[in-house]
């Protein structure tokens, strides 16, 4: 075959195979692709599309804000469903004070100031499931608290909830984790009901910020602040909009 042919007929087979090709990689294309964080985690893999860090920071900044102002803060934070970029980043770092960032998508990292857990938070307090007795023992040793011989398990000072409580039995993830805030401490929550990924929301998710209200109050908890800075302004109820919400642990008497 003469070579000038060869190439024609080479072009000519390039120009058919380019249209199939395109075709078949839409077809087979995902509906989105995986993002990694930083560390490596697969976020997308577990929510879809992932938050954006921005409106955390626009809505939880004065909050935290105000809290450090009063030192009403404290040196150990507890941030549940931290995801790529924990809204506890906002905090101040200072001398001893500790964070711990608990997500189902975490890889589990250890620093001198931060622990990331990768634990299912409906596993918290749940002995017999071989994740949490990891995670435990991971916060024991990073704490140097030795769970043998130290009973005390109220530790937390700050426990915050940033757009999680929709994909897990709320009930369930707020209760077990208050086992480990102490009288005084706070709890922080970011919810807004109806946002994220609704495929995956838990049937036992919260649906309706008052059903978070008369938890709190079964628990012993005095509400000190909520806002929702995303409802319509002649909009009246509370039901189901973007809530930021800071109660505190009643000491009791």
């Known amino acids: ?50 938050y954006g860090p921005e409106l955390k920071q626009r809505l939880l900044t004065p909050v935290f804000g105000k809290l450090e102002a009063q030192g009403a803060i404290g040196d150990l934070i507890v941030d549940v469903g931290s995801g790529a970029s924990p809204a506890t980043q906002l905090l101040e770092t200072k001398s001893g004070r500790k964070r711990i960032c608990v997500d189902i998508a975490a890889k589990n990292v250890g620093l001198k100031a931060e622990l990331r857990i990768r634990l299912d938070a409906e596993k918290v307090g749940d002995i017999r499931a071989l994740s949490f007795r990891k995670a435990l023992l991971r916060v024991c040793a990073f704490l140097e608290v030795n769970p043998k011989t130290e009973a005390e398990t109220e530790r937390a000072d700050t ?59 079964e628990r012993g908890f005095e509400i000190e602040h909520k806002a929702f800075p995303e409802r319509p302004r002649h909009e009246t109820s509370e039901a189901e909009e973007l809530i930021v919400l800071v109660a505190k642990k009643r000491v009791q008497a």
């Not at 249209?19 to 839409?26: A, E, I, K």
């Not at 009288?183 to 922080?188: K, T």
């Open 1 to 50: 075959m003469e070579p000038a042919t060869s190439t024609l007929l080479i072009v000519i087979i390039i120009g058919l195979l380019v249209p199939v090709l395109t075709v078949t990689s839409l077809i087979h294309k995902p509906m989105f692709e995986l993002r990694y964080d930083q560390d490596g985690s697969p976020w997308q893999q577990y929510w879809g599309e992932s």
């Open 159 to 217: 426990i915050v909830f940033s757009d999680m409580l929709n994909y897990v039995d709320f009930r369930k993830v707020l209760g077990g984790f208050v086992r480990y805030l102490k009288a005084g401490g706070r709890m922080i929550v970011l919810n807004f009901p109806d946002r994220g990924n609704q495929s995956l929301f838990s049937d036992k998710g919260l649906k309706d910020n008052r059903e978070l209200y008369a938890f709190l109050e």
